[in-house]
């Protein structure tokens, strides 16, 4: 499958959206970033535009062509699903349970 059009609304201070920042850049993938202020007049992501793309209103968001993704680590399993070479997982379940642990360690109990 071919990358498509690949759009990334993003905050640049958002750990979330630098997740799926990494695994763009680690898969070596073409993409646009649409940055989403998160404290300019308010915060954009609180706009009407942004809210169709995502009621949460939240960063980030990952537009594949028509597709809506949300929420980072679901981004970035989608990525490595999508476009299996390079992998972002290791290659034993064993192994890939550790970094999903730790993922959601960081995501679920460090981040907020």
Not at 36 to 43: A, E, I, S, Y
């Amino acid at each position: 499958m071919t990358s498509g059009s690949i759009r990334l609304y993003s905050y640049w201070r958002s750990s979330a959206a630098y997740r799926v920042r990494i695994a763009l850049n680690l898969k070596g993938m073409p993409y646009e970033t649409m940055p989403v202020h998160l404290l300019k007049d308010g915060g954009e992501q609180h706009s009407a535009q942004f809210s169709d793309l995502n009621p949460q209103e939240l960063v980030p968001v990952l537009l594949h062509g028509s597709r809506i993704l949300r929420q980072s680590m679901a981004i970035i399993e989608y990525l490595d699903e999508t476009w299996p070479t390079p992998p972002l997982m290791p290659a034993t379940a064993r192994d890939r349970q550790r970094v999903r642990a730790i993922a959601q360690m960081i995501a679920c109990d460090v981040h907020p």
